[in-house]
């Protein structure tokens, strides 16, 4: 029998890999969804190919009993594999998780950014200096133009 994974499983475990590193977690539970419903479609089909559920719960690592005791009911209802909530201290722990994670991407940026100026304004400063050295040197040309052409009109007072 061929079978392959499932869309949604594979969109998410695309999206976790092309997206940051916060969104990727955030992704990972659409996949964790998604592998546990593929779990219980492939249950159901090793159910259906003769399996036993010691079968199952070897397959799975556990017993019998665990193995019934996780998939019985949907299966029984025939409908999905309901993840279950995750508790208020996992949900607060993701929160400070992804908080922690996002004042990090801040702090790159941050040094990004910070760098980037120091490059600029260093850049800033030799155009400064080069643009002091030019107006330093028409100063003085701009006064020697200025001495010779009162010389010259001097020579020309004393001369006349």
């Known amino acids: 029998m061929s079978r392959s994974v499932p869309d949604?499983?594979?969109?998410?475990?695309?999206?976790?890999?092309?997206a940051s590193a916060l969104a990727a977690v955030a992704s990972s539970r659409s996949l964790h969804q998604g592998l546990?419903?593929?779990?219980?479609?492939?249950?159901?089909e090793a159910l259906a190919d003769g399996a036993s559920w010691e079968d199952i719960g070897e397959a799975l690592g556990t017993t019998?009993?665990?193995?019934?005791?996780?998939?019985?009911?949907?299966?029984?209802?025939?409908?999905?594999?309901?993840?279950?909530?995750?508790?208020?201290?996992?949900?607060?722990?993701a929160i400070k998780?992804?908080?922690?994670?996002?004042?990090r991407q801040l702090e790159e940026q941050w040094q990004i950014e910070r760098s980037r100026l120091r490059d600029e304004m260093a850049q800033t400063q030799?155009?400064?200096?080069?643009?002091?050295?030019?107006?330093?040197?028409r100063q003085k040309e701009a006064r020697d133009e200025l001495r010779r052409a009162i010389?010259?009109?001097?020579?020309?007072?004393h001369a006349g």
Request: charged share 30%.
């Open 97 to 103: 998780d992804a908080g922690i994670a996002r004042i």
């Open 126 to 137: 030799r155009n400064l200096k080069e643009a002091q050295r030019l107006h330093t040197r």
């Open 8 to 18: 949604d499983v594979a969109a998410a475990w695309q999206q976790t890999i092309d």
């Open 64 to 93: 019998r009993q665990a193995a019934w005791a996780r998939f019985h009911r949907a299966l029984d209802e025939g409908g999905q594999l309901r993840m279950a909530q995750p508790s208020r201290r996992e949900r607060i722990s």
């Open 151 to 157: 010389t010259a009109a001097s020579w020309e007072l």
């Open 36 to 44: 546990a419903q593929w779990q219980l479609d492939l249950v159901r």
